[in-house]
């Protein structure tokens, strides 16, 4: 049971719009900025969004972040085949001397 | 350029220890914590533990204090996560990671990872 909430998977077809939503508590994304991660398949987890809905260097415009109160939400516009992958969000949590907690991940599928 | 590169994939026996390691390179490696992150077959990300090379501050997740130890060498920029007898679900990936700034911010870069099957 992973601390923070995300829905197990979503779908859209190409050019679509889809968000996934992450849950959590007061102790995390309640006084924490949010993290994205987006994980192609067989490869190493990368940055995706940071501080909430900030974008690296190379991520493209599709991809935003947002949050409010103890709930975040990632968003993906223009949807393209090569985003299926799992993404996953995490924050810092300040409770028990404080750590990361993650997401259970969202399986993304372009059909 | 920032890169963090992994050990190799690793094949243990229930009750053996192991080490398994992180180098950095391309950035000053004292200055930003490493972690550890853990990736179970087909399960999602969980975060270990993380330690500041610079003075060997280290914090662990709740999860797993007690069950690893994490250290680091700075003169040779390379960050270890250790066990001292393993179990069978320790079978999974690990992937080191470079946090951003302070301890609570993003990880910004990624190890390779370095697969470890416990099987006897």
């Known amino acids: 049971q992973s601390v923070l909430t995300q829905p197990p998977s979503a779908s859209g077809t190409p050019g679509q719009r889809v968000t996934i939503s992450c849950s959590g508590s007061s102790s995390n994304i309640g006084s924490n900025t949010v993290n994205w991660y987006q994980q192609l398949p067989g490869t190493a987890p990368k940055l995706l969004i940071y501080?909430?809905?900030q974008r690296p260097s190379g991520v493209p415009d599709r991809f935003s972040g947002s949050k409010s109160g103890t709930s975040a939400s990632l968003a993906i516009s223009g949807l393209q085949s090569e985003d299926e992958a799992d993404y996953y969000c995490a924050a810092w949590d300040d409770s028990l001397n404080g750590h990361v907690v993650f997401g259970g991940g969202t399986k993304l599928t372009v059909l | 350029e920032v890169q963090l590169v992994q050990s190799g994939a690793e094949v243990k026996k229930p009750g053996e220890s192991l080490k398994i390691s992180c180098k950095g390179s391309g950035y000053s490696f004292t200055s930003y914590w490493i972690g550890w992150v853990r990736q179970m077959p087909g399960k999602g990300l969980e975060w270990m533990g993380i330690?500041?090379?610079?003075?060997?501050?280290?914090r662990y997740s709740p999860s797993f204090q007690g069950q690893v130890t994490i250290s680091a060498d700075k003169s040779i920029s390379t960050a270890y996560l250790q066990w001292s007898s393993l179990k069978a679900s320790d079978t999974a990936m690990y992937y080191c990671?470079?946090?951003?700034?302070?301890?609570?911010?993003?990880?910004?870069?990624w190890g390779q990872g370095t697969l470890v099957t416990v099987s006897s």
């Open positions: 990671v470079r946090h951003n700034g302070g301890a609570t911010t993003h990880f910004d870069y």
């Open positions: 330690i500041y090379p610079g003075d060997s501050d280290t």
């Open positions: 501080s909430n809905n």
